[in-house]
């Protein structure tokens, strides 16, 4: 099994920056890509950003050249940097990850979320 903690979301001004964190723990070796993903009200989750233990990424066009997806592998942690915020960007963020070698593949573990809300 694996554990992921995430950390950092809040209440931000639009055009503001939040950095985002998650920490795995547990069964380390079994996990390769890393990702995060959002949730509006009554929607499913989308992906937003991944990452392989390679520094492989991958990111949503709704966020390419706004937000930075980065990895620790020494520290089991993944990053999203989130600059220029927009209202838009409000949401639940979910931290994931698998086994796949692949950025754009959605893991099998999950972390608890957390809000990320930008006023206008």
């Known amino acids: 099994q694996v554990q992921l903690v995430e950390s950092g979301g809040g209440l931000v001004q639009f055009g503001g920056s939040l950095r985002l964190s998650c920490a795995a723990s547990?069964?380390?070796?079994?996990?390769?890509?890393m990702g995060w993903y959002r949730q509006y009200p009554g929607k499913q989750r989308e992906l937003v950003a991944g990452?392989?233990?390679?520094?492989?990424?991958h990111y949503a066009d709704s966020v390419k050249g706004r937000f930075t997806i980065s990895r620790d592998n020494v520290k089991n942690t993944v990053y999203l940097q989130m600059n220029s915020l927009k209202p838009e960007d409000t949401a639940v963020y979910y931290c994931?990850?698998?086994?796949?070698?692949?950025?754009?593949?959605?893991?099998?573990?999950w972390g608890q979320g957390t809000q990320v809300t930008v006023s206008s």
């Open positions: 547990g069964s380390i070796s079994s996990i390769d890509v």
């Open positions: 990452i392989t233990r390679r520094g492989n990424s």
């Open positions: 994931n990850a698998g086994a796949s070698t692949s950025p754009w593949y959605t893991g099998r573990y």
